[in-house]
């Protein structure tokens, strides 16, 4: 057994989704109240968050960028609201940096990793 992490085992070794089409005003996205995937929100109970609200909207963008696939990321985020929680949201290096990137590619912005 591995008793240490490294870039092959552990979170930092999951894909992390950063849709190229994740802006794309065609794209639904969800709205009021919603509850998370099981591939995302893995433990239980399940919970309710309403976007609506701020501090429920960074939860489920915390778990929807750590945790999704590209659909999920898709359906889950808001560009502009990801924009606008960055710095108050809870993500390892792993996750901001492609996120970082994606920003500065496509919108010249450049986001503290």
């Known amino acids: 057994m591995?008793?240490?992490?490294?870039?092959?085992?552990?979170?930092?070794?999951?894909p992390?989704?950063?849709?190229?089409?994740?802006d794309d005003p065609?794209?639904?996205k969800a709205t009021g109240l919603v509850q998370?995937?099981?591939n995302v929100r893995w433990s239980e109970p399940s919970l309710t968050y309403n976007l609506d609200e701020r501090s429920d909207r960074a939860r489920?963008?915390?778990q929807v960028l750590?945790?999704?696939?590209a659909a999920d990321v898709?359906?889950?985020?808001?560009?502009?609201s990801l924009l606008e929680l960055w710095d108050e949201l809870v993500l390892?290096?792993?996750?901001?940096?492609?996120?970082?990137?994606?920003?500065?590619r496509t919108r010249g912005i450049q986001l503290a990793c």
Do not use: H, K, Q
Not at 16 to 22: A, I, K, R, S, Y
Not at 66 to 69: S, W
């Open 16 to 22: 992390v989704f950063v849709p190229d089409d994740v």
């Open 36 to 38: 998370l995937p099981l």
């Open 66 to 69: 750590r945790e999704g696939t």
């Open 26 to 28: 065609a794209v639904e």
């Open 74 to 80: 898709r359906y889950y985020v808001r560009v502009e």
């Open 92 to 104: 390892p290096e792993y996750v901001r940096r492609p996120w970082a990137n994606w920003f500065s």
């Open 60 to 62: 489920v963008y915390e």
């Open 2 to 14: 591995a008793r240490t992490r490294n870039a092959w085992l552990g979170p930092a070794s999951r």
